[in-house]
């Protein structure tokens, strides 16, 4: 049983910045890896950015070289650096953790997602 909370989300101008937070806790035995994904009005979900437990890295072709995943491994927390942004940015992000822990009672790997925090671009 884990829980990511995000936040950092919100309206900026086209060009600025913004930083995501996710926050893991509940029943962690260890992160695996924590991620960011991002659903536009009428898109699909998409992978934005994601980072494993031994610091690789891997990032979606169009943010790469303009967002940073981070963690801070003593507060189970990931975040999401998002410089120059853009118009088609705007998106619902959602923090995703892969876990080795207890669900239900049964150790294991298990996947969670977040509640997800609104980013908006304006022009």
């Known amino acids: 049983q884990v829980q990511l909370v995000e936040s950092g989300g919100g309206l900026v101008q086209a060009g600025g910045s913004l930083r995501l937070s996710c926050a893991a806790s509940?029943?962690?035995?260890?992160?695996?890896?924590m991620g960011w994904f991002r659903q536009a009005p009428g898109k699909q979900r998409e992978l934005v950015a994601i980072?494993?437990?031994?610091?690789?890295?891997n990032y979606a072709d169009s943010v790469r070289d303009r967002f940073t995943i981070s963690r801070d491994n003593a507060k189970n927390t990931v975040y999401l650096q998002m410089n120059s942004l853009k118009p088609e940015d705007t998106a619902v992000y959602y923090c995703?953790?892969?876990?080795?822990?207890?669900?239900?009672?049964?150790?294991?790997?298990?996947?969670?997602w977040g509640q997800g925090t609104q980013v908006i671009v304006s022009s």
């Open positions: 995703n953790a892969v876990v080795a822990g207890l669900r239900l009672g049964a150790w294991g790997l298990y996947e969670y």
């Open positions: 980072i494993t437990n031994g610091g690789s890295t």
């Open positions: 509940g029943s962690i035995s260890s992160i695996h890896s």
